[in-house]
C-alpha cells in the first residue's frame, strides 16, 4: 500500500534526529523533514501553511485556533521546552538589580505574542507581582530591523505596545541603554560581545529549579501541528506522528545514558542527566496530554491575561482528540 508522503519541517533536535535520518519511521507516512531554524518555519507555516505539519510557537498557535477557520490542530509532542528565568537581560544603565524594579521601565520583545515571553510575563506576574500592562513592550528585531508581529493582534488597550525605529535593534539598543529589559528566546549578540553592558537577571539555574521544584512546571514552548485540512483527510496522521516522535525521543533518552562512550561534547554528561533525573524524573521531556495538562493550563491563563485570546481556552482544545488518551491492553 502506498504511504502518505507528508513534509514536517522542525528544528535539528537529538530528541527528533531519528525522524530526520530515518532511524524511526512513521506509521504509513512517508516523511520529508526539512530541518529549519524556528524563525524560518514559524514565518512559513503562519504566514502561507507551507508544510504539512511543522514545529509551531505555542503562543501563535493558541492565537490561531481563536481565529476564523483555525488553519492547524496540534499533538501534544513538545519539541522545545525552556526555563525562560535566564532570558530576562537587563541593560547595565538601567538600574534594574531585581525582578521588582522592572516596573515602569521599557522592555524590548521581538514580538509580544512570543511564546517566550508569554511565559516570562506570566512568571513575573505570579512570582513577582508584575502585571503585565506595567511595562511599556518595544517589539521589533532583535538583531535585524524590520520585525513584525506574525500574527495581527487586538490587545486591549491597557497593553502597551510601542514599535522600535525602522533601523534600531533591540540588541544594541539594550547595549545602549534605550531599553531596560529585554524578554527573547535568543540571547542578544551583545549579552556576549558586550558583557559590561548586558546582564542576565538571574545569572544562575537556582532560581528555576526552586520555580520547577514549587510548581512541577517545565515551561512548554513549541508543538507540533499538522495543517488541519491534511488532518482532516488523514486523521489517522495524528498518532502516527505522536508514536513516532515518542520513538525519537526514547533513542535520546538512551544515547544520554550510555557512559561507555559519551554520545555528546560535554564532559560531565553523566552527571548532568542524573542531576536531571534526580530532580525531574525519568521523562523529565514529556509528550503527551495527561502528563502535561497542568502546564498548559497555565501558559492558557497567561496567555488571556495577557490580552493574546479573548477567552481562555482549555487544555483540551489545543489537540486532536485522538491524542488526548490511549489505548490500554
Not at 129 to 135: F, H, K, L, N, P
Not at 171 to 200: C, N, W
Amino acid at each position: 500500500m502506498k504511504k502518505l508522503p507528508l513534509t514536517l519541517a522542525c528544528w535539528d533536535y537529538d530528541r527528533t534526529r531519528a525522524l530526520a535520518d530515518g532511524r524511526v519511521t512513521v506509521d504509513g507516512v512517508d516523511l520529508n523533514y526539512v530541518s529549519l531554524p524556528v524563525e524560518e518555519t514559524f514565518f512559513r507555516m503562519l504566514r502561507f501553511r507551507e508544510f504539512d505539519a511543522a514545529e509551531l510557537s505555542l503562543s501563535s498557535y493558541s492565537v490561531s485556533l481563536l481565529r476564523d477557520d483555525p488553519a492547524f490542530i496540534a499533538i501534544p509532542v513538545f519539541p522545545s521546552r525552556f526555563f525562560r528565568h535566564s532570558c530576562i537581560f537587563v541593560s547595565a544603565k538601567s538600574g534594574i538589580k531585581t525582578a521588582v524594579d522592572l516596573v515602569g521601565k521599557k522592555v524590548g520583545v521581538p514580538e509580544y505574542q512570543m511564546t517566550a515571553p508569554v511565559w516570562i510575563r506570566g512568571i513575573l506576574h505570579d512570582e513577582y507581582g508584575i502585571d503585565a500592562a506595567s511595562v511599556t513592550h518595544h517589539t521589533g528585531g532583535e538583531e535585524e530591523p524590520g520585525r513584525e508581529e506574525k500574527l495581527k493582534l487586538n490587545l486591549p488597550e491597557k497593553f502597551k505596545l510601542k514599535p522600535i525605529g525602522a533601523t534600531q535593534t533591540l540588541s544594541q539598543m539594550i547595549a545602549d541603554g534605550e531599553i531596560d529589559a529585554l524578554f527573547t528566546a535568543r540571547a542578544p549578540s551583545t549579552f556576549y560581545s558586550q558583557p559590561d553592558k548586558v546582564k542576565r537577571l538571574f545569572p544562575d539555574t537556582e532560581t528555576e529549579r526552586a520555580y520547577f521544584k514549587k510548581t512541577n512546571i517545565f515551561p512548554i514552548m513549541h508543538v507540533i501541528v499538522i495543517r488541519r485540512d491534511v488532518y482532516l483527510a488523514n486523521k489517522w496522521v495524528a498518532q502516527s506522528l505522536f508514536k513516532a516522535f515518542e520513538a525519537a525521543k526514547k533513542i535520546t533518552y538512551d544515547d544520554l545514558c550510555i557512559t561507555a562512550a559519551l554520545k555528546t561534547s560535554l564532559p560531565w554528561q553523566t552527571s548532568a542527566v542524573e542531576d536531571v533525573v534526580g530532580l525531574m524524573g525519568q521523562d523529565w521531556w514529556s509528550y503527551g496530554f495527561a502528563n502535561n495538562r497542568h502546564v498548559l493550563d497555565v501558559f492558557l491563563r497567561y496567555h488571556h491575561e495577557q490580552g493574546l485570546s479573548p477567552r481562555r481556552l482549555q487544555p483540551e482544545e489545543l489537540f486532536a482528540p485522538e491524542t488526548l488518551e490511549a489505548f490500554k491492553i
